[in-house]
């Protein structure tokens, strides 16, 4: 019998590899930062994972030790990667998001903090206490360690992304004497 093994293209699986990549280490960029604010607030890596948890399951999830700590990692970086992808295919059709990844990249960080204060978070059942200064350090957050490495990455990771590919791509059919048909 023939293999039922389902097959990616080459180019789905770059751009699932810039997607993970991008929602990994702008995860891991940000909750290294929000581990730094806790930790200055003398709250503890724990404390902050089940705050995250607590949008989710509301309250008890500070009840919920290492359990809901776990549930408040995997959330965070499924928005993470949920905003990887959202870069992926807007710039499919955004092309100057990545022609210019840092004004592309800063400017996704904007939209990423509108969509979490104004969408996200209102909808959660997290007890939210916004302060000017909170606000300010989120903003710069989501723009300089959300924004612009999901920016930057996903141009480096994904070539047919970069500026003048397809250009470059013709040049080299042209100089090497080959011809895509």
Request: glycine share 10%; proline share 4%; hydrophobic share 50%.
């Amino acid at each position: 019998m023939g293999s039922s093994r389902h097959t990616t293209t080459p180019s789905g699986n770059r751009a699932v590899v810039a997607v993970a990549t991008a929602g990994l280490i702008a995860g891991s960029l940000d909750i290294a930062s929000a581990f730094v604010l806790a930790g200055m607030k003398g709250r503890t890596p724990t404390w902050l994972l089940q705050y995250v948890a607590s949008g989710l399951v509301g309250a008890q999830a500070f009840s919920g030790g290492f359990a809901t700590a776990a549930l408040g990692a995997l959330l965070h970086f499924l928005i993470a990667m949920g905003a990887a992808a959202v870069f992926y295919v807007s710039s499919r059709k955004l092309r100057i998001l990545t022609e210019r990844p840092v004004v592309g990249g800063l400017a996704y960080g904007v939209a990423v903090h509108a969509f979490m204060n104004l969408i996200v978070l209102p909808l959660s059942a997290a007890t939210v206490r916004p302060t000017v200064s909170g606000v300010v350090t989120q903003l710069i957050i989501h723009m300089l360690l959300i924004g612009l490495p999901i920016s930057l990455i996903m141009r480096r990771s994904h070539p047919c992304l970069l500026p003048n590919y397809h250009d470059r791509s013709l040049r080299f059919q042209r100089q090497s004497g080959t011809r895509h048909r």
